[in-house]
C-alpha cells in the first residue's frame, strides 16, 4: 500500500540523480528547507514574502502620494523600505529563471501548451488577465491571512503551527479546484 502512494520511495530512484529534465525536487526542497532554518538562525524571522509587495506598495505610494502613505497606520509602523523580504522575492524571481535555464526549461513561449489546448494559440490577453486577477486574489489573501504560501507553507508548518497547516491545506484545495476548473 505504501509504494502504490509513493512510487519513489519503493523504486530504486536516486533523489539527487532526478530523471526530469529540471532540478530534482528532493533537493530543492533540502535547499529551502535549509534557508528556513537559516532565515530563522540570522534574523529570528520566518521566511516569507507577501510582506515585500506591502513594501513595493508603500514605496510607489511615497512616490506616487506621499502625505496619504505616510498617514497609513501600516507604513507609520512600519515604513516602506527595500527589505530582507524583497531580496527573497527578486532572488526567486532570479532562481527560477536559473532552474529554468539550467534545467532546459526556458522555452521563450508566452503560454504553455496545456494554455494552448484549453484557451487557443492567440490567448494571450486571456493569460495576462487571468494572472494579474490571481495574483492579485492571491496577494489580497495572503494580507487576510497573515502570510502567503511560503509564510504559512514553509516556515509555519515547520514551526508546527496549526493555522499554517490548515492554510497550506486550503493552498492545495485552492489550487485543485481552480486547475480542475480551467483545464477539465
Not at 525536487?25 to 534557508?35: Q, T
Not at 507609520?76 to 535555464?101: I, Q, T
Not at 487571468?130 to 514551526?159: N, P, Y
Request: hydrophobic content about 50%.
Amino acid at each position: 500500500m505504501f509504494a502504490d502512494c509513493f512510487p519513489l520511495a519503493a523504486s530504486s530512484v536516486d533523489p539527487l540523480q532526478y530523471p526530469g529534465p529540471a532540478w530534482s525536487p528532493y533537493l530543492v526542497g533540502a535547499l529551502i528547507g535549509g534557508l528556513s532554518m537559516l532565515t530563522f538562525y540570522f534574523s529570528n524571522k520566518p521566511l516569507g514574502a507577501s510582506t515585500a509587495y506591502a513594501r513595493v506598495a508603500g514605496i510607489l505610494g511615497l512616490a506616487v502620494a506621499r502625505r496619504h502613505t505616510e498617514r497609513l497606520k501600516y507604513y507609520r509602523d512600519k515604513p516602506p523600505k527595500v527589505g530582507w523580504e524583497l531580496m527573497l522575492v527578486v532572488a526567486a524571481v532570479a532562481g527560477s529563471f536559473l532552474a529554468a535555464w539550467s534545467g532546459g526549461e526556458l522555452t521563450g513561449r508566452w503560454l504553455p501548451e496545456m494554455w494552448q489546448q484549453r484557451f487557443g494559440s492567440d490567448s494571450h490577453v486571456l493569460r495576462g488577465v487571468v494572472a494579474f486577477a490571481g495574483g492579485t486574489l492571491m496577494a489580497f489573501g495572503a494580507r487576510m491571512a497573515g502570510g502567503c504560501t511560503s509564510g504559512h507553507g514553509i516556515s509555519g508548518t515547520l514551526q508546527l503551527g496549526v493555522g499554517s497547516w490548515l492554510s497550506a491545506l486550503c493552498f492545495f484545495i485552492g489550487g485543485i479546484a481552480v486547475a480542475m476548473l480551467l483545464y477539465a
